[in-house]
């Protein structure tokens, strides 16, 4: 049997409950009946012991902080506002050791801020809350700072914007380390979408024009429905009961991606999931997804994932 994937996650005091919640409900509970070994969670401190969040409930951190050295990722969770902007000298220093070792590093709305202060967002692109863009863009000059995205991937260094975004970039943790079929099934279990397109700038900046999100909804779910047929922006409007001129305006305001992008995006996902749970041909995975031919699969499925189906069932498949 392999070894556990070790989470740890630095914890100070104070700390929003939230962000922290995340990464215990997708790596801390057993769930090796989806993957086997699953992960270890395990909480760090400066100061090991029994440390206040902002909401009065109280966190357990029984491991020093340079334990996080040995951990496979190490989670950054938001701060309260004192340790973002002067985090601890300690927490700085573990968190470039860890990635001069290689391990995989991981900051979670707020958090992106003692990445930025240990100088591995230089040069790189990163997000954190949009409500915190100001403030860290001018803090931070040196990073390419991105306040649209739901989080970041460069390299082994990923950032995330805040809240229900530490949701999307934990289940991409998993979606890379087990594929596609586990992490969906995960998101089913925490009754959360497997994944979200678009961005946070949907809610940073509403539109001023009255969203139908409901209508919306039905058309994207008739839609998943139906991916093995020929769709298009007219299909999905009438659905929507929209022209499909204001439907494929309202559906970007909404979603953050063209309707179209939207489809080829889940033709993909599904295709992933057919590899991963299924010994269908290339050919007859091309027709389920609704891609037409192999060739149109593998083109589409390389310029998402950056590999071959062939290569990525290889992996994957169970």
Same mark, same amino acid.
């Given at each position: 049997?392999?070894?556990?994937?070790i989470?740890?996650?630095? /914890?100070?005091?104070?700390?929003?409950?939230?962000?922290?919640?995340?990464?215990?409900?997708?790596?801390?509970?057993?769930?090796?009946?989806? *993957?086997?070994?699953?992960?270890?969670?395990?909480f /760090?401190?400066?100061?090991?012991?029994?440390?206040?969040?902002r909401?009065?409930?109280?966190?357990t951190?029984p491991?020093?902080?340079?334990?996080?050295l040995? *951990?496979?990722t190490?989670?950054?969770?938001?701060f309260a506002?004192?340790?973002?902007?002067?985090?601890?000298? /300690?927490?700085?220093?573990?968190?470039?050791e860890?990635?001069?070792?290689?391990?995989?590093?991981?900051?979670?709305?707020?958090?992106?801020?003692?990445?930025?202060? !240990?100088?591995?967002?230089?040069?790189?692109?990163?997000?954190?809350?949009?409500?915190?863009?100001f403030?860290f863009?001018q803090?931070?000059?040196?990073?390419?700072?991105?306040?649209?995205?739901l989080?970041?991937?460069?390299?082994?260094?990923f950032? +995330?914007?805040?809240?229900g /975004?530490?949701?999307?970039l934990?289940?991409?943790?998993?979606?890379?380390?087990h594929? !596609?079929?586990?992490?969906?099934?995960?998101?089913?279990?925490?009754?959360?979408?497997?994944?979200?397109?678009?961005?946070? +700038?949907?809610?940073?900046?509403?539109?001023?024009?009255?969203?139908?999100?409901? +209508?919306?909804?039905?058309?994207?779910?008739?839609?998943?429905a139906?991916?093995d047929?020929?769709?298009?922006?007219a299909?999905?409007?009438?659905?929507a009961?929209? +022209?499909?001129?204001?439907?494929?305006?309202?559906?970007?305001?909404?979603?953050?991606?063209?309707p179209?992008?939207?489809?080829?995006?889940?033709?993909?996902?599904?295709?992933?999931?057919?590899?991963?749970?299924?010994?269908?041909?290339?050919?007859?995975?091309?027709?389920?997804?609704g891609?037409?031919?192999?060739?149109?699969?593998?083109?589409?499925? !390389?310029?998402?994932?950056?590999v071959?189906?062939?290569t990525?069932?290889?992996?994957?498949?169970?």
């Amino acid at each position: 049997m392999s070894q556990r994937h070790i989470v740890g996650v630095a /914890a100070t005091e104070d700390m929003p409950v939230f962000e922290l919640a995340v990464p215990c409900e997708v790596f801390g509970i057993d769930r090796s009946d989806l *993957a086997d070994p699953w992960y270890e969670l395990r909480f /760090a401190a400066v100061t090991p012991g029994v440390l206040p969040s902002r909401s009065g409930l109280t966190i357990t951190a029984p491991f020093p902080l340079r334990s996080l050295l040995d *951990a496979d990722t190490l989670i950054v969770p938001a701060f309260a506002r004192a340790t973002q902007v002067a985090p601890p000298a /300690a927490l700085v220093e573990v968190v470039r050791e860890a990635y001069e070792r290689g391990r995989r590093i991981v900051a979670i709305c707020t958090g992106a801020y003692v990445l930025a202060a !240990a100088g591995l967002l230089d040069g790189r692109r990163a997000t954190t809350h949009w409500m915190n863009a100001f403030d860290f863009a001018q803090r931070f000059p040196a990073v390419t700072f991105d306040p649209d995205v739901l989080y970041t991937c460069d390299g082994t260094i990923f950032t +995330s914007a805040g809240t229900g /975004a530490a949701i999307d970039l934990c289940l991409h943790l998993v979606r890379l380390d087990h594929g !596609a079929a586990v992490a969906n099934e995960v998101a089913r279990r925490m009754v959360v979408p497997p994944h979200r397109d678009g961005g946070q +700038s949907q809610f940073a900046h509403p539109p001023q024009r009255p969203r139908t999100p409901d +209508s919306l909804g039905v058309a994207l779910d008739w839609a998943r429905a139906r991916l093995d047929q020929p769709l298009t922006v007219a299909d999905l409007a009438r659905q929507a009961r929209l +022209s499909p001129r204001t439907f494929a305006r309202r559906f970007r305001e909404s979603v953050g991606t063209s309707p179209l992008q939207w489809l080829l995006g889940q033709r993909v996902r599904l295709a992933q999931e057919l590899l991963e749970t299924t010994d269908d041909s290339i050919e007859r995975i091309a027709h389920r997804t609704g891609l037409g031919t192999p060739a149109n699969l593998r083109a589409h499925f !390389a310029r998402q994932t950056s590999v071959t189906p062939t290569t990525y069932r290889q992996v994957f498949h169970r």
